[in-house]
């Protein structure tokens, strides 16, 4: 039977190879080797230095490429590694669009490192396309979205994007970390690039560091691949091993994570201290019909306004449950503050013309119980002043 015409959860479970063929082993090995030995002259086991490539490594790689529906995956130290590697795609003087409401980091790497070297941005609102059109310039090689975005929950219209990039030779770029190939696949859409940080549900148990990029066409797999080798933020041996492992559940941990967050959604708005609840999920969310077009999920991620500033410090410092901590994606649910972790290297007047402001919570939801989660959040609203 052929791998592609298993479904989606079968192939999280056995990944490429999926085990070792030598040993029969059910868990695909970790090749701990930085270098490989040479029969001799001008020959190869197919593996040389483990910069280039490492078997551990390439099941990943080959893995993460077939649920996206790429030719080739490249897996990175960090999501960050990935999107700077991809980065050095874009020359001085090349214009990028962006969406406006995207990862901290992200918009850091833009602002602080691709600016010095002569890159340009426009950041806009991709909710509406007509926003690229008057913002695309003769020099535009670039268009990097987020959707869901971060944490606004903002949905962009992949497909309507990608005919515009294909018309327009313009490379397309999304970050699926929100979603996963379990729910969308941007590549199917039209994409160029598919970005990852493999941190988050790839990963899915808050332990290891990981970013991958995902490509379909060939010049640009040759294009990443030497950039991949060159720059060298590779992802060890070991993390691929943790990585492939997380993988395999990732399935059912999106369905229970998407459960409890539709639950954990629709309670919060429940709540009359809560002003404001951004699920892609809701069927009142602006987005909900793109996303019903484009993925077959919602995801975990849920912001949310608290009505005063002094309630979202006390629901930090009270919950027990959940943790007040960085991140997202994880099997235990995270709870962070944007305004001063994940969002803070955004100037405050673009921040807050997003809604980034000091009532914003921005939640994961874990795969815990979901009472638990719900009464967790009850008596931290409530809590000791
Ligand atoms: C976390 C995150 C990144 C960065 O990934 P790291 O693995 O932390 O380097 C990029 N994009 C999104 C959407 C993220 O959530």
Request: aromatic share 8%; with cysteine.
């Amino acid at each position: 039977m052929k791998k592609e015409s298993l479904n989606i959860e079968t192939r999280l479970v056995h990944g490429s190879k999926g085990g070792d063929v030598h040993t029969g082993a059910i868990s695909f090995p970790i090749y701990q080797s930085a270098t490989f030995k040479h029969p001799a002259v001008n020959e190869s086991t197919g593996y040389d230095y483990s910069r280039v490539q490492n078997p551990t490594r390439e099941e990943l790689e080959n893995t993460i490429a077939a649920l996206e529906g790429g030719t080739a995956g490249f897996a990175f130290s960090t999501g960050m590694a990935a999107i700077a590697t991809v980065f050095h795609l874009f020359s001085s003087g090349d214009h990028i669009i962006v969406s406006d409401d995207l990862y901290g980091g992200t918009y850091r790497l833009f602002e602080e490192i691709c600016k010095k070297n002569g890159m340009e941005f426009s950041y806009i609102d991709t909710r509406n396309i007509e926003n690229v059109y008057q913002s695309v310039k003769s020099n535009t090689r670039g268009i990097f979205i987020e959707t869901p975005s971060n944490p606004m929950m903002k949905v962009t219209d992949i497909e309507a994007f990608s005919k515009f990039a294909k018309t327009n030779n313009i490379v397309f770029i999304v970050d699926n970390t929100f979603l996963t190939p379990y729910f969308q696949r941007p590549l199917a859409l039209g994409a160029d690039i598919v970005l990852h940080s493999g941190t988050k549900y790839l990963g899915g148990h808050n332990d290891t560091l990981a970013g991958f990029v995902v490509v379909k066409e060939e010049k640009m797999k040759e294009k990443i691949e030497l950039l991949h080798k060159t720059i060298g933020a590779v992802l060890a041996p070991f993390d691929c091993w943790l990585i492939l492992r997380g993988i395999k559940t990732l399935g059912i941990r999106m369905e229970k994570q998407q459960e409890n967050a539709i639950k954990i959604a629709n309670w919060l708005r429940g709540k009359e201290q809560v002003e404001k609840v951004y699920y892609v999920g809701l069927q009142d969310h602006e987005g909900y019909a793109v996303s019903q077009k484009q993925a077959t999920g919602f995801g975990a991620m849920i912001s949310f306004v608290v009505k005063k500033a002094a309630l979202a410090e006390k629901i930090l410092k009270n919950v027990k449950v959940i943790s007040f901590a960085e991140s997202l994606g994880g099997v235990e649910s995270l709870i962070t503050y944007p305004i001063t972790q994940t969002h803070a290297s955004i100037p405050e007047e673009i921040r807050k013309g997003l809604g980034i402001d000091e009532g914003l919570l921005r939640l994961s939801v874990g795969i815990e119980d979901v009472n638990d989660l719900i009464n967790d959040l009850e008596q931290a609203i409530k809590g000791e002043e």
